[in-house]
């Protein structure tokens, strides 16, 4: 059964084995591109593994995934993510099973898949509604995309307030007279409240394929 990369599970009583059944994996048709995707933004991906070792070369192999660890216990996978944040790594964990847990939580970011189980999306810090792999490279660029547009938030706020603020408490008084009105000052703070919220909605029709 190993031979066949099925993962064997024995039921055994104190004496003898009653009864053996080999169990195999079927990756899922998005799980390749998720991976290609995945490392066509820089990342590099890692499968950690309760199965045997012959199981997980060919899971890994079928998913184009060049790293890979297995027969790993739970608190392996928290202790190897672990030893990457050590090593200087951000790392991200995905996952959606109770062994999978203490790794979610360990991890830089926790992401849990939507068909997992309660304690998984408990300890990750982001749950995906769907259990497809390939929305986990659509949030990880959404994210960025995130960022980014609060950074430009930041800077055209910042931008602002450096120019109006100023001008509104009458700096260019003593050059030229000059004082703003309060009406179009109002004007001014909610037209920058607007271009804020306006840059923000840019994101839902955003491309995150």
Same mark, same amino acid.
């Given at each position: *059964?190993? %031979?066949?990369?099925? #993962? ?7 004496? $003898?084995?009653?009864?053996? =059944?080999?169990? @195999? ?10 991976? +290609? $995707?995945?490392?066509? %933004? ?5 499968? !950690? #593994? ?8 060919? /899971?890994?192999? $079928?998913?184009?995934? #060049?790293?890979?660890?297995? %027969?790993? !216990? ?18 991200? *964990? ?11 939580? $360990?991890?830089? !970011?926790?992401?849990? *898949? ?6 998984? *999306?408990?300890? =990750?810090?982001?749950?995906? /509604?769907?259990?497809?792999? @390939? ?5 990880? +660029?959404?994210?960025?995309? #995130?960022? +980014?547009? /609060? ?32 009406? /179009? ?12 919220? @306006? ?7 955003? +491309? @995150?394929?």
């Amino acid at each position: *059964m190993q %031979e066949e990369m099925q #993962t064997v599970i024995w039921f055994t009583d104190e004496q $003898q084995a009653l009864a053996v =059944a080999g169990i @195999t994996d079927r990756l899922k048709e998005s799980s390749p591109q998720a991976v +290609r $995707q995945l490392k066509e %933004e820089g990342l590099e991906v890692v499968m !950690l #593994t309760g199965d045997n070792e012959a199981t997980a070369a060919q /899971i890994a192999r $079928q998913a184009g995934i #060049t790293h890979y660890r297995a %027969e790993v !216990l739970p608190g392996d996978k928290a202790a190897f993510v672990k030893e990457l944040q050590t090593a200087g790594r951000r790392v991200a *964990m995905i996952g959606d099973g109770i062994n999978d847990s203490a790794a979610l939580a $360990q991890a830089d !970011l926790g992401i849990a *898949m939507g068909k997992g189980s309660d304690i998984a *999306m408990d300890a =990750a810090g982001m749950t995906l /509604i769907s259990s497809d792999l @390939t929305k986990v490279p659509e949030a990880i +660029r959404l994210s960025w995309l #995130t960022v +980014r547009t /609060i950074r430009q938030n930041l800077f055209w706020a910042f931008i602002y307030n450096l120019i109006a603020i100023p001008v509104a408490a009458g700096i260019l008084y003593p050059v030229n007279g000059f004082l703003l009105n309060p009406m /179009i000052a109002g004007a001014a703070m909610a037209l920058s409240s607007v271009s804020v919220v @306006t840059n923000s909605l840019r994101l839902k029709n955003a +491309r @995150t394929r």
